[in-house]
Nanobody, 115 residues
Framework: QVQLVESGGGLVQSGGSLRLSCATSGFTFSRFWMYWVRQAPGKGLEWVSRISTGGAMKYYADSVKGRFTISRDNFNNMVYLQMNSLKPEDTALYFC????????RGQGTQVTVSS
């Protein structure tokens, strides 16, 4: 079955960096756009970034543009999110997903940014 497993979250100070990873299995990874979405405490899911099947096209939410970078490895069925210049408002549970609404997503990895 489809599996998405995120890792790499943690506690970091404002201005710091983290790299999230997502290991996938159970589907033909290279045929799907992949997404990162997040859920802040008490809020709904928010789309963060998406990447095309081959990795050439990348899009970001305005709130993270210029600070986050999405990438993928189609050989190893992995997707990544490099997060730099982190802000307290980036604190959330981060999910990799197979669609922008997070309908098919992993269990998430917690990112906490302290001020």
């Amino acid at each position: 079955q489809v599996q998405l497993v995120e890792s790499g979250g943690g506690l970091v100070q404002s201005g710091g960096s983290l790299r999230l990873s997502c290991a996938t299995s159970g589907f033909t990874f290279s045929r799907f756009w992949m997404y990162w979405v997040r859920q802040a405490p008490g809020k709904g899911l928010e789309w963060v970034s998406r990447i095309s099947t081959g990795g050439a096209m990348k899009y970001y939410a305005d709130s993270v543009k210029g600070r986050f970078t999405i990438s993928r490895d189609n050989f190893n069925n992995m997707v990544y999110l490099q997060m730099n210049s982190l802000k307290p408002e980036d604190t959330a549970l981060y999910f990799c997903a197979r669609d922008e609404f997070g309908t098919i997503r992993g269990q998430g990895t917690q990112v906490t940014v302290s001020s």
